[in-house]
Protein backbone atom coordinates (compact mmCIF):
# COMPACT_ATOMS: atom_id res chain seq x y z
CA UNK A 1 0.00 0.00 0.00
CA UNK A 2 1.33 3.63 -1.22
CA UNK A 3 2.23 5.83 1.92
CA UNK A 4 0.25 8.73 0.57
CA UNK A 5 -3.60 9.26 -0.94
CA UNK A 6 -3.55 8.99 -5.13
CA UNK A 7 -4.11 12.19 -5.84
CA UNK A 8 -1.34 13.56 -3.83
CA UNK A 9 0.94 10.88 -4.94
CA UNK A 10 0.07 11.71 -8.54
CA UNK A 11 1.14 15.62 -7.68
CA UNK A 12 4.63 13.95 -6.27
CA UNK A 13 4.88 11.47 -9.31
CA UNK A 14 4.35 14.51 -11.73
CA UNK A 15 6.90 17.04 -9.66
CA UNK A 16 9.52 13.91 -9.61
CA UNK A 17 10.27 14.15 -13.00
CA UNK A 18 10.45 18.07 -13.28
CA UNK A 19 14.16 19.64 -13.43
CA UNK A 20 15.03 22.42 -10.59
CA UNK A 21 13.76 25.06 -12.94
CA UNK A 22 10.71 23.56 -14.09
CA UNK A 23 9.46 22.57 -10.76
CA UNK A 24 10.11 26.18 -9.21
CA UNK A 25 7.54 27.50 -12.26
CA UNK A 26 5.03 24.60 -11.61
CA UNK A 27 5.27 25.96 -7.89
CA UNK A 28 4.85 29.49 -8.77
CA UNK A 29 1.87 28.29 -10.82
CA UNK A 30 0.56 26.51 -8.05
CA UNK A 31 1.08 29.79 -5.90
CA UNK A 32 -1.20 31.68 -7.83
CA UNK A 33 -4.11 29.32 -6.81
CA UNK A 34 -4.45 30.17 -3.57
CA UNK A 35 -7.22 32.25 -3.54
CA UNK A 36 -9.29 29.00 -4.79
CA UNK A 37 -8.92 27.42 -1.50
CA UNK A 38 -9.96 30.23 0.77
CA UNK A 39 -13.02 29.35 2.82
CA UNK A 40 -16.27 30.82 1.35
CA UNK A 41 -18.24 33.17 3.24
CA UNK A 42 -20.93 30.74 4.18
CA UNK A 43 -18.36 27.63 5.32
CA UNK A 44 -18.59 26.61 8.46
CA UNK A 45 -15.97 25.00 10.58
CA UNK A 46 -15.54 23.04 13.87
CA UNK A 47 -11.75 24.74 13.75
CA UNK A 48 -10.48 28.03 12.49
CA UNK A 49 -6.86 28.92 13.21
CA UNK A 50 -5.45 31.83 11.68
CA UNK A 51 -2.51 32.86 13.39
CA UNK A 52 1.24 34.34 12.56
CA UNK A 53 3.97 32.76 13.78
CA UNK A 54 7.10 33.24 13.23
CA UNK A 55 8.06 30.64 11.16
CA UNK A 56 5.88 32.54 8.38
CA UNK A 57 6.11 35.96 7.22
CA UNK A 58 1.95 36.78 7.33
CA UNK A 59 -1.15 35.72 8.82
CA UNK A 60 -1.91 31.75 7.97
CA UNK A 61 -5.56 30.80 8.58
CA UNK A 62 -5.93 26.92 8.72
CA UNK A 63 -10.02 25.67 8.76
CA UNK A 64 -10.57 22.13 8.82
CA UNK A 65 -14.37 20.33 9.45
CA UNK A 66 -15.00 17.11 9.60
CA UNK A 67 -17.95 16.19 6.66
CA UNK A 68 -20.33 13.46 7.37
CA UNK A 69 -18.60 10.83 5.29
CA UNK A 70 -15.62 11.02 7.76
CA UNK A 71 -13.16 13.19 5.41
CA UNK A 72 -12.04 16.34 6.19
CA UNK A 73 -12.73 19.21 4.71
CA UNK A 74 -9.85 21.97 4.83
CA UNK A 75 -9.32 25.52 3.72
CA UNK A 76 -6.66 27.60 3.50
CA UNK A 77 -6.33 31.84 3.51
CA UNK A 78 -3.43 33.38 3.03
CA UNK A 79 -1.68 36.81 4.48
CA UNK A 80 -0.45 39.06 1.61
CA UNK A 81 3.32 38.25 2.76
CA UNK A 82 3.48 34.32 2.71
CA UNK A 83 6.05 33.48 0.64
CA UNK A 84 5.41 32.00 -3.02
CA UNK A 85 6.67 28.38 -1.76
CA UNK A 86 4.34 28.19 1.36
CA UNK A 87 1.73 29.30 -0.76
CA UNK A 88 2.22 26.73 -3.23
CA UNK A 89 2.67 23.77 -0.82
CA UNK A 90 -0.51 25.17 0.74
CA UNK A 91 -2.18 24.39 -2.41
CA UNK A 92 -0.52 21.15 -3.13
CA UNK A 93 -2.22 19.77 -0.07
CA UNK A 94 -5.80 21.23 -0.72
CA UNK A 95 -5.63 19.36 -3.57
CA UNK A 96 -3.66 16.46 -2.74
CA UNK A 97 -5.15 15.59 0.79
CA UNK A 98 -8.76 16.13 -0.41
CA UNK A 99 -11.49 14.12 0.79
CA UNK A 100 -8.94 12.34 3.27
CA UNK A 101 -9.58 11.05 6.36
CA UNK A 102 -8.22 12.93 9.56
CA UNK A 103 -6.35 9.61 10.69
CA UNK A 104 -5.21 9.87 6.78
CA UNK A 105 -3.87 13.90 7.20
CA UNK A 106 -2.61 12.79 11.08
CA UNK A 107 -0.37 9.65 10.17
CA UNK A 108 1.27 11.46 6.69
CA UNK A 109 4.48 11.29 6.44
CA UNK A 110 6.33 14.35 5.45
CA UNK A 111 8.75 12.98 3.03
CA UNK A 112 6.92 13.61 0.04
CA UNK A 113 7.74 17.86 0.70
CA UNK A 114 11.09 17.39 -0.65
CA UNK A 115 10.35 15.31 -3.70
CA UNK A 116 8.22 18.00 -4.74
CA UNK A 117 9.95 21.23 -4.08
CA UNK A 118 13.72 19.69 -5.34
CA UNK A 119 16.51 20.16 -3.28
CA UNK A 120 17.85 23.55 -3.64
CA UNK A 121 14.54 25.01 -2.82
CA UNK A 122 14.41 22.39 -0.47
CA UNK A 123 18.10 23.26 0.93
CA UNK A 124 17.41 27.12 1.00
CA UNK A 125 14.07 27.09 2.80
CA UNK A 126 13.96 23.78 4.53
CA UNK A 127 12.70 25.53 7.75
CA UNK A 128 9.22 26.79 6.23
CA UNK A 129 8.70 23.67 4.06
CA UNK A 130 6.93 21.85 6.63
CA UNK A 131 4.93 24.44 8.13
CA UNK A 132 1.45 24.62 6.84
CA UNK A 133 1.34 20.47 6.52
CA UNK A 134 2.49 20.44 10.40
CA UNK A 135 -0.30 23.26 11.03
CA UNK A 136 -2.62 21.01 9.10
CA UNK A 137 -2.46 18.06 11.46
CA UNK A 138 -2.26 20.08 14.42
CA UNK A 139 -5.84 21.49 13.16
CA UNK A 140 -7.23 18.09 12.38
CA UNK A 141 -6.24 16.38 15.63
CA UNK A 142 -7.75 19.36 17.69
CA UNK A 143 -10.69 18.58 15.57
CA UNK A 144 -10.68 15.14 16.29
CA UNK A 145 -10.98 15.73 20.34
Request: charged content about 30%.
Amino acid sequence: MNAYPHQLQEIIDFYEQLSDDEKREALINEAAQAEQYEPAKDEIFSLEDVRKDTECSDTVGIFVRAASDGTIVFRIQLGEKVQTLTRALSVILCRGLKDCSAEEIAGLPDAFIPRIVGSELYRLRNRTVYYVLGRLKEAVERVGD
